[in-house]
């Protein structure tokens, strides 16, 4: 069974800077590395939304227009974990955050079979 962990939420002044990471077990080296990762968010009261995309490979990337420039996605493939580097914060970031697996890079959160527990993270004014 695939299981997806994430880590490095936390409470954050506005500004400040934050890497969650999203560990993967139950793959074999080469089905993490043939699969595309996600980041997800939901804040309370709001529909989940889509943060950032990875290839397979790593190659390509795709962030949301509202973090673009301040979040950054990664991953490594030797160690089935995905990062995303989250800079200069802002409260509306504010949400839990969830990682994905999928077939490929979809922002719809429709095409990822595995999804992680979430991260907490609140940032403050």
């Known amino acids: 069974q695939v299981q997806l962990v994430e880590s490095g939420g936390g409470l954050v002044q506005a500004g400040g800077s934050l890497r969650l990471s999203c560990a993967a077990s139950?793959?074999?080296?080469?089905?993490?590395?043939?699969?595309?990762m996600g980041w997800f968010r939901q804040a309370p009261g709001k529909e989940r939304e889509f943060v950032a995309a990875i290839s397979f490979s790593g190659i390509n990337t795709f962030h949301a227009d509202s973090v673009k420039g301040r979040f950054t996605i990664s991953r490594d493939n030797a160690k089935n974990t995905v990062y995303l580097q989250m800079n200069s914060l802002k409260p509306e970031d504010t949400a839990v955050y969830y990682c994905?697996?999928?077939?490929?890079?979809?922002?719809?959160?429709?095409?990822?079979?595995?999804w992680g527990q979430g991260t907490q993270v609140t940032v403050s004014s």
């Open positions: 139950g793959h074999t080296f080469r089905t993490f590395s043939r699969s595309a």
């Open positions: 994905a697996q999928g077939k490929s890079p979809d922002r719809l959160g429709i095409l990822y079979d595995y």
